[in-house]
């Protein structure tokens, strides 16, 4: 009936009376990366844990490869690989007892030697799990969800707490994961990682969902997917700035203008100055990124 | 392929191997406790206060009782709830093994380490200082047996009320001291007064002591010990498994 690797339809959650998840709704399909991106405390944690199966929705429906979660175990646990939030292993358990402790638990497991030959855990096979670094643990837990074989993984705040190398090693890792084929619910809140891997976002914030589209339809639809900056005091009129073609905003901030638009925007810019003859200093044009979109989109008292 | 059950029981057996406080505390303290009183002389008179008996023959069942409860009460509670507060009790949630399966493992391991403890320290007693085996081979097993079970399920009810592992280790030492006091460590249950003997025979490790006293005598031991520990077993299994919380 449904083809979507996970459903999400109507979906409510309240604890001691208070809406932390109130009424979201998306679908993932086969072989995507799905973002759930939003500040803390919006309910992206407890989403997921509704699609895992750790808490039942007091409201709506949620499949995971058209099993419930709530009822199925079974077979969600099956098709389904986790990687949590804030959970850790047993401190003296090597990398290896790790690995063949979770194979165990799965009818036909990936070879957990393959596996860590990928997720580089080859050299750290006998060193316990308190010993490890932090990214080292975050590529265990990526192998821990993946070694069940599963066709879709959740993997929640991956890269909290990981330095920059780190979480770069640890995008690629996420990357592999999707171009095998494994659908890829992702929770964040770092735009970077979101823009980078997700092939559509749903922005969430408060417990409903803010905006879904791709990362750059989120930023089109906000500020434009071009930033035009200059040093203020170039003799043209604002207004017609706002009138060049795709422009969406112009403010004047810090001593410096900024027109958010399209390509075409930037091309009707240069053109501008040229008819009027005038020089913009310190000009420059970059892409829009996602903290835009994102701030636009989640509320003031957020920032 | 091995099963799930027989890999997360292999897996725990080697990091119970690697933790050598409860190794130590569980398998080898209550054999250094009779040790240490054996060496004291007089503790190996006949004397006419205890029947005839030496302290050295109550004390076989009393560290006997000090390893169930080092490993019911000092060993298995942080354990548990550590597994609980460190996600790994959820992390297991999420895969096709239930996490039950590893808080089964911890239990039947607890309990083979306090088994194994008894034997050695009955073994050491007998080898080292003549302390008699068990008159009553049968009754001193199923006492003991049942000792170990209500002292796992006092240990499981300790992390079920507990939320922390902090929280955990100090109700833990908390019903430790009452738990030494009713097993006889301080003054073998077999001298107290009649009425505190009658009073400690009501709690878990009071009933066992009586129990195991009676069977290494050669006696039965009553139906009334061991109804005692059955029904406290029962009741602390009940309690835990009611309150406890996955996460």
């Given at each position: 009936m449904t083809t979507a690797a996970i459903e999400v339809r109507g979906l409510h959650k309240s604890y001691a009376g208070r809406k932390v998840v109130d009424g979201v709704s998306f679908e993932v399909g086969e072989g995507e990366v799905f973002g759930i991106l939003g500040p803390n405390g919006a309910g992206k944690t407890t989403a997921v844990e509704c699609v895992e199966g750790l808490r039942t929705p007091d409201e709506g429906l949620v499949r995971v490869c058209g099993y419930d979660p709530a009822v199925r175990r079974a077979e969600v646990t099956r098709v389904l690989g986790v990687q949590l939030q804030e959970s850790e292993l047993q401190a003296k358990l090597t990398v290896r007892e790790a690995l063949d402790l979770y194979a165990s638990f799965h009818e036909r497991p990936a070879d957990p030697h393959a596996l860590a030959e990928r997720l580089g855990l080859l050299p750290h096979l006998k060193v316990r799990f308190a010993k490890l670094s932090g990214g080292q643990k975050q590529r265990l837990f990526i192998a821990l969800a993946l070694i069940g074989d599963p066709r879709v993984v959740v993997l929640d705040e991956l890269t909290t707490g990981l330095d920059p190398r780190a979480r770069r090693e640890v995008w690629s890792l996420v990357e592999a994961v999707r171009d095998s084929g494994v659908t890829v619910l992702l929770v964040t809140h770092f735009m970077e990682e979101a823009q980078r891997l997700c092939d559509r976002i749903a922005v969430l914030d408060r417990g409903r969902i803010a905006a879904l589209d791709t990362p750059e339809g989120l930023i089109r639809s906000s500020g434009g997917a071009k930033e035009i900056s200059f040093a203020a005091g170039v003799p043209v009129d604002p207004a017609e700035l706002r009138a060049l073609p795709g422009a969406v905003s112009v403010t004047t901030a810090d001593g410096r203008t900024v027109v958010g638009g399209t390509d075409e925007t930037v091309t009707a810019f240069v053109s501008l100055l040229a008819r009027h003859g005038v020089t913009a200093h310190q000009l420059r044009v970059t892409d829009a990124t996602l903290d835009d979109a994102y701030l636009d989109l989640t509320g003031d008292d957020h920032r | 392929m091995s099963t799930p059950t027989a890999t997360v029981l292999k897996t725990e057996a080697r990091l119970f191997g690697r933790e050598p406080g409860s190794l130590f505390w569980v398998m080898l303290s209550?054999?250094?406790?009779?040790?240490?009183?054996?060496?004291?002389?007089?503790?190996?008179?006949?004397?006419?206060?205890?029947?005839?008996?030496?302290?050295?023959?109550?004390?076989?069942?009393?560290?006997?009782?000090?390893?169930?409860?080092?490993?019911?009460?000092?060993?298995?509670?942080?354990?548990?709830?550590?597994?609980?507060?460190?996600?790994?009790?959820?992390?297991?949630?999420?895969?096709?093994?239930?996490?039950?399966?590893?808080?089964?493992?911890?239990?039947?391991?607890?309990?083979?380490?306090?088994?194994?403890?008894?034997?050695?320290?009955?073994?050491?007693?007998?080898?080292?200082?003549?302390?008699?085996?068990?008159?009553?081979?049968?009754?001193?097993?199923?006492?003991?047996?049942?000792?170990?079970?209500?002292?796992?399920?006092?240990?499981?009810?300790?992390?079920?009320?507990?939320?922390?592992?902090?929280?955990?280790?100090?109700?833990?030492?908390?019903?430790?001291?009452?738990?030494?006091?009713?097993?006889?460590?301080?003054?073998?249950?077999?001298?107290?007064?009649?009425?505190?003997?009658?009073?400690?025979?009501?709690?878990?490790?009071?009933?066992?002591?009586?129990?195991?006293?009676?069977?290494?005598?050669?006696?039965?031991?009553?139906?009334a010990a061991l109804g005692v520990m059955a029904l406290w077993t029962g009741v602390l299994t009940g309690a835990s498994v009611r309150w406890f919380r996955w996460q």
């Open positions: - | 209550p054999t250094l406790l009779l040790v240490v009183l054996g060496l004291i002389p007089s503790f190996r008179e006949a004397s006419e206060d205890l029947g005839g008996r030496r302290v050295i023959d109550l004390y076989v069942p009393v560290a006997v009782l000090f390893a169930l409860i080092m490993s019911g009460l000092q060993a298995m509670p942080p354990v548990l709830s550590g597994y609980r507060e460190r996600g790994i009790l959820r992390r297991m949630s999420t895969t096709p093994v239930r996490p039950g399966t590893l808080l089964t493992a911890q239990l039947a391991l607890h309990a083979a380490a306090a088994l194994v403890s008894a034997l050695l320290v009955v073994a050491v007693g007998r080898l080292a200082f003549g302390v008699a085996l068990p008159g009553n081979p049968a009754g001193y097993l199923i006492a003991l047996l049942l000792a170990v079970a209500s002292g796992l399920a006092l240990g499981a009810t300790v992390c079920a009320v507990s939320r922390t592992q902090k929280i955990a280790t100090a109700v833990g030492s908390a019903v430790f001291f009452p738990a030494m006091f009713t097993a006889g460590v301080w003054v073998p249950v077999q001298a107290m007064p009649d009425t505190l003997q009658r009073i400690v025979g009501l709690t878990p490790f009071g009933a066992a002591s009586e129990a195991l006293d009676t069977a290494a005598s050669g006696g039965w031991p009553g139906w």
